[in-house]
C-alpha cells in the first residue's frame, strides 16, 4: 500500500495517519478546524494559562500500550482528576461517596446509612445509582432516589435533555456511587496529563517526512462514496480512507439525522490565583450550565499565569452549524447506526475510526486504542 487518506486529525486520524507512514505509506490528512487535536485541542491563552477550547480532557488508562505509545510523543505529569458537586449548596465529592453522605446528612442517620451501604455492597464497591434506587433495603433505595434526584436528574437532563434510565446503561455506569472514600474521579492506574498540552503532542504525532496535514478542509467535498466504490476528489480511489467525522453526514443523511448533543462554553479570564478548589466543579442543580471548569487545576505545568481562566459548559441542542460533541447513547440511535454501519461496510476501502464515525461514547484511550488495532488492519489488508 502506497497511500492512504484519513479524515480528521484528532486521536482516531492521528494515530492511524502516524502507524502508516510508519510502515511507509504517504497519509495526507485532512483536517476541517484549523487546528490539531480534535476536541483535545488546547492553547495557551493570554494571561499564560493553557485552555482546552472544547471542554476539560483528563487522560486516564489501564492500557500499558496505549500509555507507551503517546509516550514516544510527549512526556506526562501525574494528575489524579477530583471533581466537587455542588448539592443544595453543599460542596461534596462527586462521584458520591461516604464522604459525600456525611456532610449531606446528619451525623447519626449518615453513619447508619454507611454501615447498611458497606453491609450491602461491601466497603469498596461502586454501584450505579439506578441499581441503588432499586435496592431490597427501602432505607437504600430512599437514598438512591435522594442521590438520583440530587446528582442525576437534572445534570442528566440538562447533559441529554433524556432521563439517566432512557440512556445506555454505560452513562450512568460512568459515575457510580463509591461505597468508601476512593474521591478520585477515575479509577485507571495511568492518570496523568501531558506536560506541554495535547496539541503539542499531536503536533510531533503527525510530525513524520510521510505525513502531509491539511487544515482548514473539509473533505466532505473530496470524498463521496456510492454503493461499493468511493470517489476522492471526482474520481473513483482504491486506496484506504478512513474517516472519523460523522458518518450520516458522508452518507448524505440518507438514513436520516443521527442525534447529537452540542455544548457551548463561556470563558472568563479572571484576575485572581484561584477561582475554586478543584478543576471541575459540576452543577447538578438549575443553573443553565453542568460544570464549571478552571484549566489551570490540571493544565498547571503549562508555566506561570498571571489570573486563571475558567470556563462554564452549557449542554444545548446539534444544529449541523455547532459542533456534534456526544453522541446520544440510546438504543434506537444504535440501531440508526446500525444500518449506516451496514452500508458503509459494502465500501471496502472505507474505514470508519472513532466517536463520530463510530458513533460512540469513548474516551480518549479508548479511541487511541481502537486506532491502534485498525492500522494493524490496514496494513494487513493493504498487503
Ligand atoms: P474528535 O476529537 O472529535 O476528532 C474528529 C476530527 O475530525 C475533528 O477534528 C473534526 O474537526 C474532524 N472532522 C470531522 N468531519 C470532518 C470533515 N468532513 N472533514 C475534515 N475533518 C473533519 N476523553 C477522556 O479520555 N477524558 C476526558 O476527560 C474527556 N473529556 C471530554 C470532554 C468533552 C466535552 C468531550 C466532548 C469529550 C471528552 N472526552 C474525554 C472524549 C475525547 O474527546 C474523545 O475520546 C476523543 O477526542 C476522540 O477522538 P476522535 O479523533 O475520535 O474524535
Ligand atoms: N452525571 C450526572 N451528574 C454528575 C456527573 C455525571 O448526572 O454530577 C451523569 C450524566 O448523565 C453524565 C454521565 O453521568 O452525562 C457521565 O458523566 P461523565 O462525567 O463521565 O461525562 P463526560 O463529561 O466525561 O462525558
Redesign the pocket.
Known sequence: MRQAVVVGAGFSGAVVARLLAEAGCRVTVYEKRDSLGGNCYDYTAENGVLVQKY?PHLFHTRSEAVMSFLRRFADFFPYRHH?L?SIDGVLVP?PFNLTSLKALFPPEAAAALRDELVEAYGYGARVPVIRLRQSGNPRLRELGAYIYEK???H??EK??RQR?EE?EPE??G??PVHISHEDG?FSDPFQCMPEEGFTALFRNMLDHPGITLRLSTDALGLVRVEGETLFFNGTPCGCPVVWTGCLDQLLDYKLGALPYRSLAFRYENLPEARFQSCGVM?Y?GAEEYTRIIEFKHFTARSGPAQGTTIAYEYPCDYDRENIPY?PIPKRQNHALYGHYRAEASRCRNLYLAGRLAEYR?C?MDEAVQAALKLADRILREGR
Do not use: A, D, H, S
Open positions: 471542554g471533581v458537586g462527586v446528582l442525576y436528574l445534570y442528566t447533559q441529554w439517566l440512556l452513562v450512568g460512568r459515575v474521579y459540576n447538578p456526544y461514547y474516551n
